[in-house]
């Protein structure tokens, strides 16, 4: 099994992953940024979605919204979250690398490092294909992750973070000449202490605008926060907008 397909992983961990705090951080997000602003009504594909961190505050706003994870379990919880919230969004159990939705959607959304976990870079190019693919004539993509120069900035020493009941240590390692890296997790909670660790590609901006074109993107642009602020030596976040072409 790839670390990925783990489920264990993703709810093991979740006091971090999703985290109350999250769930507040990306409400405001959605409802203050500029690059998250859509004509009322657009219809939003949240690739990788996990419990909706993002998909329910995107349906809050009144997109029609669609939320898109390889893991049951999470689709469940995020269904849940709008249930109780009383707002609608679709639910649907897929692989990234398959699934397409031709030309459905106005806006295809990629959050928080949830891109570039494929061993094989073409598969995770063909994420963005499919994005391409699923979007209709003048949509967007947003890929929204932790970049190799925002990530460069706090590689370090373990960190620890603390959980209701615990903690968890994190400690990061780059490997093969800064493509990839693969962060340890241990959660301690009592006597026990359970281990996860996953390995992703790191991309630069240069990279990662380089990949949008080859999956058929024009007019990629990089931003270095929610707030719309320019990717410099200030920026917390890479944050990449493509635009599928307009038909004449
Ligand atoms: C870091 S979490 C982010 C979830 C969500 N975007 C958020 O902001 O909370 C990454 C998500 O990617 C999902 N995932 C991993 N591999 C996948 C795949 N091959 N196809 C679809 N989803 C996948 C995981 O199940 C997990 O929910």
Redesign the pocket.
Known sequence: MDW?EDLNL?SGFSAV??SPE?ERQ?AEIVATSPLLAFPPNSRVL?Q????G??TVPLAHQGYRTTG????TE?LERAAAVCADAKVEASFVQ????EYVAPAAFDVVLN????FG?FEDPGENLQVLRNAHDSLAPGGQLIVDLLSKETYASWVGPPKIVDIPGGMVVMRDTILDDWSRYRTDWTMVRGNTAEHSSLTCYVYSATELRTMFEQAGFESVECFGGWDGRPYDGEATRLIVRGNKVRTA
């Open positions: 990925y993703w992953l999703f999250r990306a949240d990788c979605c996990g419990v961190v993002f898109v994870d390889l893991h999470l897929a692989d990234v690398r959050m928080y490092t949830s976990y």
